[in-house]
């Protein structure tokens, strides 16, 4: 109807008699932007939006709970998302074949706003920034979170570790649905089983996490899992010849539990060994490198699979994917029992020490 009135309008000055239109003369085409466009600019917003969300969740987690429940909170947390992307596209695809995709995206936008109420009624303190004697610019700020960063080994590690999981993990799924599906002769719906394999493995690690923390001692569970897993990569590259496709996949979902296993843990490390007023550097800038190790690992698979074939693709994300428990070997986690990198109770004097450098009236930790 709004369309209606300015259309009915440009008749009354027309007339509505039939007009006729030159025989080669150009047809004229509203003037609008064109749907993909549109789609391009919903997915940057989003992007930029979800960016924003990532980490002033990771930031803000460690002013709400206390120390010693971040493991289980960063585990509720990893298993709510871990249970969304193991169903949410088969929900989705159910429900856009009933209704319509327009209504599918008008109602996440609707879930949108719903997380933002919650989101809300926080009313849990968070420490102030210090109120530096001159303004620092915003590449000075940057700088201090990459410093910090580069000066604790156990960041060093995790970022280590993170940076081989997006490699492998990127590297991988892109080349195996091509492989998969060219090479092998694989149906859709048989890929589909192998990759949800790998959903379910990711969110029983998540589940895990803490108990398996709770029995072996935070960083040395890393360690432990990792190179328990470690051999599973090896078969990646063997998917469907010689290992049947059952197998891979049963590979593939412990691969993909370290992964979960290590979102939970690695992320419990990260939030106790940064002070409050950096941890949204650091973590900004552990998401940019994370974020670049992604963009390069599905870059190298796709010039590896063109220049050797998907195969030695293949071993690249493998390689990737067996060698994450490394940087925690050659790092002081593996003799921690808890989240601060230390033995016994020692793991927060780091963090504890810098948050009472800052200056006064900077709000200090949050009250819990």
């Known amino acids: 109807m709004a369309r209606q009135g300015p259309t009915a309008a440009g ?3 027309r007339g509505r008699g039939p007009r006729r239109r030159p ?9 609008r932007l064109p749907h993909f466009a549109h789609l391009w600019i919903v997915v940057l917003v989003n992007g930029v939006a979800t960016v924003f969300f990532d980490l002033g969740t990771q930031s803000h987690v460690k002013d709400l709970v206390p120390r ?24 989705a695809g159910w429900a856009a074949g009933l209704l319509t995709p327009t209504t599918i995206l008008a109602a996440t936008s609707i879930g949108y706003a719903w997380s933002a109420l919650w989101l809300s009624r926080l009313r849990t303190p968070e420490p102030q920034p210090a109120a530096p004697e001159t303004r620092q610019r915003l590449l000075g700020d940057i700088r ?3 410093r910090f960063l580069l000066h604790q080994p156990t960041l060093v590690a995790v ?32 890929l589909g089983l192998y990759l949800g394999a790998g959903g379910v493995g990711g969110l029983l690690g998540a589940v895990t996490a803490e108990r398996v923390a709770g029995l072996l001692g935070a960083g040395r569970s890393v360690l432990v899992v990792g190179v328990a897993i470690a051999p599973m990569a090896a078969l990646l590259p063997l998917t469907g010849d010689p290992v049947p ?32 007023h950096l941890l949204g550097r650091v973590n900004g800038t552990m998401r940019v490198l994370l974020t670049a190790a992604v963009a390069a690992g599905a870059a190298g698979a796709g010039a590896t699979a063109a220049a050797v074939g998907a195969k030695g693709a293949l071993v690249l994300a493998a390689t990737a994917l067996g060698l994450v428990w490394l940087p925690i070997a050659l790092s002081p986690l593996p003799r921690s029992t808890t989240l601060g990198g230390g033995r016994g109770g020692e793991g927060g004097d780091d963090t504890a020490a810098a948050d009472r450098g800052r200056p006064r009236g900077s709000g200090g930790p949050a009250t819990r």
């Open 144 to 146: 201090e979170g990459v």
């Open 159 to 190: 970022l280590g570790a993170g940076c081989l999981v997006n490699l492998g993990s990127a590297a991988f799924t892109t080349v195996l649905p091509a492989y998969a599906l060219n090479g092998l002769g694989w149906s859709e719906s048989q």
């Open 11 to 13: 008749d009354d000055r």
């Open 68 to 91: 010693d429940r971040l493991v289980k909170t960063n585990g509720t947390l990893a298993t709510l998302t871990q249970t969304a992307m193991v169903c949410a596209p088969p929900l």
């Open 23 to 31: 025989r080669n003369g150009p047809r004229r085409r509203p003037a």
């Open 245 to 276: 496709g059952p197998a891979a996949a049963a590979a593939w979902a412990l691969v993909l539990y370290k992964v979960g296993f290590d979102a939970v843990l690695m992320m419990s490390f990260r939030q106790a060994v940064t002070p409050s």
